[in-house]
């Protein structure tokens, strides 16, 4: 498949993250030593018997899989996968999938801010081949050891300005990048509660408009926005599809 040449092509060209100046702790038991040392390049590894206090967002690894252990959080977060079962139930009529035109086939799909990849796996239960790009590394560690049993999902490490810079194409490009901070006191679920705190030193998002600009250079059929109800709307938009606290905002290929 041609993107999938591509996404190889664009591993290689520009690497998994280098080890970052203050690698990002995993603790594995000892039973995954292996698996473990598969991360040796961008983490510490520590074996532990059990998952220990962190002062800083870290890793940890057993039996179930790669865990988020957050400051002040005793018990690791984990991606479930259930979740994403119960959420792919009836999804194909849901908003999510309309909105990128499921109604189509088994459309390909950028899921270019990838985060938890909640989104971007329901749309490859749904049984569309989806890649998802991160820019975070611990994020990326995450999602891609959650990924894995997932054979039509590629998890790429790399900002998706770089990647829908290259000369790759998808049928939908799919952005959802960070929500800016509201004022509401109902705080979101917990999984967008740690992505919020994991993205928070993130640099600043580049402007939407780029790329959305960016996404429709790469896209065949459309370009999908997933934004806040009250959020404002970026020139150009064809149709938006609201749920009950987001909307998707549809930019169609010309
Ligand atoms: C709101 S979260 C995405 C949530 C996701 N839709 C889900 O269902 O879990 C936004 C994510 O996009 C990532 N991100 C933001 N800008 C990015 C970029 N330019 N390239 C790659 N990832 C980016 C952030 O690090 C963050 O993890």
Redo the contacts with the bound molecule.
């Keep these: 498949m041609a993107e999938k040449f591509l996404i190889e092509q664009a591993e290689n060209l520009l690497r998994l993250p280098a080890r970052p100046e203050t690698p990002i702790v995993l603790m594995y038991t000892n039973d995954q030593r292996h698996r473990a040392e598969i991360y040796t390049e961008w983490c510490e590894l520590r074996q532990v018997e059990e998952p220990m206090p962190v002062d800083v967002p870290s890793l940890y690894l057993d039996y179930q899989g790669i865990a988020l252990c957050s400051p002040g959080n005793k018990r690791p977060f984990r991606l479930a996968e259930q979740n994403l079962h119960r959420r792919s139930v009836g999804a194909r009529k849901g908003e999510l999938a309309r909105a990128c035109g499921l109604n189509q086939g088994d459309l390909s799909i950028l899921?270019?801010?990838?985060?938890?990849?909640?989104?971007?796996?329901?749309l490859s239960m749904l049984g569309c081949p989806v890649t998802l790009?991160?820019?975070?590394p611990l994020?990326w560690i995450l999602l891609r050891d959650f990924a894995r049993s997932f054979d039509n999902a590629d998890v790429i490490f790399?900002?998706?300005?770089e990647?829908l810079s290259l000369d790759a194409t998808w049928d939908v490009v799919?952005l959802?990048?960070?929500?800016p901070e509201r004022k509401k006191k109902a705080l979101p679920n917990q999984?967008?509660q740690h992505?919020r705190y994991?993205?928070q030193d993130?640099r600043a998002?580049?402007d939407l408009a780029e790329?959305i600009q960016l996404g429709l250079s790469c896209a065949n059929n459309r370009v999908v926005v997933?934004r806040r109800l009250k959020d404002p709307m970026v020139e150009g938009v064809n149709f938006q599809i609201k749920g009950k606290s987001v909307r998707f905002d549809i930019y169609l290929k010309k």
């Design positions: 899921d270019a801010c990838a985060g938890f990849g909640t989104d971007g796996l329901t790009v991160e820019r975070e994020i790399m900002d998706c300005r990647l799919y959802d990048p960070m929500f999984g967008l992505l994991l993205t993130a998002d580049a790329l997933k």
